[in-house]
């Protein structure tokens, strides 16, 4: 009994292992071998044709990044109404460069038009769009570089039709870049695409921004050009509004870039309808916009314009408020302060100041005298205590209402009312008697809680 017991067992093993697609010998899953998996039913014909073109012995290879996340894409690029297909692949018999070949429906049959060469060993995104509204889409393909996570290129690829009705591809631009956007600047309908490359060839690196416009044409063609502050070492976060400059609506762009691993600053630019250009907002923003704190620009008053975050002094005894991790090392978190900048004509204006908890991952709007009001963090509730501050005794005064954080959606917590829900847990408050002395509510509280 306990032989056939281990037979069973044995024969189980085996199977298990033949259909999770593992390999006894090298210990690798199957899909790790050079024939792609067969597609099924009408994309069978597209495989077969693929194969047929390029061979059975190739790795498929994914985008990372955008819409489009498999090997084989299907897009209608000339509005008929008739998908063609672009398959990423590399062939290391060749090299190790990731080539994409084109297929085309001629009657009824998938034909190979086109394979071309990329520009790295991986694929990052590939995007459709009719830039230069002529009714056919620009193919804009991004390659990942050999060992390097930031710097990518960037193809532009348009075609025209040949004699015989057959797509000819051809590759109109190829631009480093760390981060890229399509965006229309000058509202006109069309298009432009936006790069930003940060060229460390040199002793001191320089960071560009460029913006190619896509000709009628069908060429694509550098519009402008900034150089951006040095210090930049990657984008982290982009947001976009519509101002008028010079009595003309243009979109405004904001860059929240990284200067080290744990600090942001935000550059600003729009597009000058006068001087067909980009212009640069801020002349300094590494000064004037630098914040250590991981906080993107937010729309923090909901009028349609984005703010920067800058932080500023928390008055109270303890200039920072501890929440956890510790002081000698990178791992404090702190109540913050924070006053939000609007930028209106080159210029930096206070718009909104907001307590900051990185912790429990809020803000707090301030709707009182900055002098007057302070928050501190209680360690033995764990509650962040919002009081008066007297600024000629230099001390506390009354406490006002107090925020706090439960990851626990079912407990209620006794004494405290419920503000907020977000996605990780409750927010609660406790209000004190001499919160009625600034009108604040439970309501007041909701309203000026924005959760991040």
């Not at 990518?152 to 057959?166: A, E, K, L, P, Q």
């Not at 300094?284 to 630098?290: C, R, Y």
Request: glycine share 6%; aromatic share 12%.
């Amino acid at each position: 009994m306990k032989k056939k017991s281990l037979l069973l067992f044995v024969l189980l093993f085996v199977l298990g292992i033949s259909l999770s697609g593992c390999s006894l010998v090298s210990g690798f899953p199957m899909s790790k071998t050079i024939r792609p998996p067969r597609l099924e039913g009408e994309r069978q014909a597209l495989q077969l044709a693929f194969e047929k073109n390029v061979g059975e012995k190739v790795t498929l290879k994914s985008p990372s990044k955008g819409s489009f996340l498999s090997p084989f894409v299907l897009y209608d690029i000339n509005g008929d109404s008739i998908e063609e297909a672009f398959v990423f692949y590399s062939d290391s018999s060749a090299d190790t460069s990731v080539r994409v070949n084109i297929l085309q429906k001629i009657e009824d049959n998938w034909v190979s038009v086109a394979d071309l060469k990329g520009s790295g060993n991986a694929v990052y995104e590939i995007e459709f769009i009719d830039a230069n509204i002529d009714g056919k889409s620009e193919v804009i393909i991004s390659w990942s570089l050999f060992d390097n996570k930031t710097t990518r290129i960037v193809s532009v690829i348009d075609f025209t039709v040949s004699n015989d009705g057959r797509f000819v591809f051809t590759a109109k631009a190829n631009e480093y870049f760390t981060y890229k956007e399509l965006i229309d600047f000058d509202l006109d309908g069309f298009y432009e695409l936006c790069i930003l490359y940060i060229d460390d060839t040199e002793q001191i690196p320089k960071t560009y921004l460029r913006v190619f416009n896509f000709m009628k044409t069908n060429t694509v063609k550098l519009a402008s050009e900034l150089i951006l502050d040095s210090n930049i070492a990657a984008v982290s976060k982009t947001h976009k509004d519509i101002v008028s400059l010079n009595n003309k609506d243009s979109t405004r762009l904001f860059l929240d870039v990284m200067k080290s691993e744990v600090g942001l600053f935000t550059e600003v630019l729009v597009w000058s309808k006068t001087e067909n250009k980009l212009t640069r907002q801020l002349k300094n923003p590494l000064a004037d916009t630098f914040r250590k704190a991981m906080i993107h620009t937010r729309d923090i008053d909901n009028d349609g314009y984005y703010e920067i975050p800058v932080i500023t002094e928390l008055i109270g005894v303890r200039q920072k408020q501890l929440i956890s991790g510790s002081e000698e090392t990178n791992d404090a978190l702190y109540i913050e302060m924070l006053k939000w900048l609007s930028v209106e004509n080159g210029k930096l204006k206070q718009d909104v100041l907001t307590i900051y908890n990185p912790s429990d991952l809020y803000f707090f709007k301030v709707n009182w005298r900055v002098n007057s009001i302070t928050a501190r963090y209680d360690e033995k509730s764990g509650d962040v205590v919002f009081c008066e501050w007297s600024e000629k005794a230099n001390k506390y005064g009354d406490d006002l209402f107090a925020l706090k954080f439960s990851g626990n959606v079912s407990k209620v917590l006794s004494g405290y009312t419920l503000v907020a829900s977000g996605e990780k847990g409750n927010y609660w408050c406790v209000i004190y008697p001499a919160a009625k002395r600034y009108s604040i509510t439970v309501d007041y509280i909701s309203k000026n809680l924005l959760l991040i």
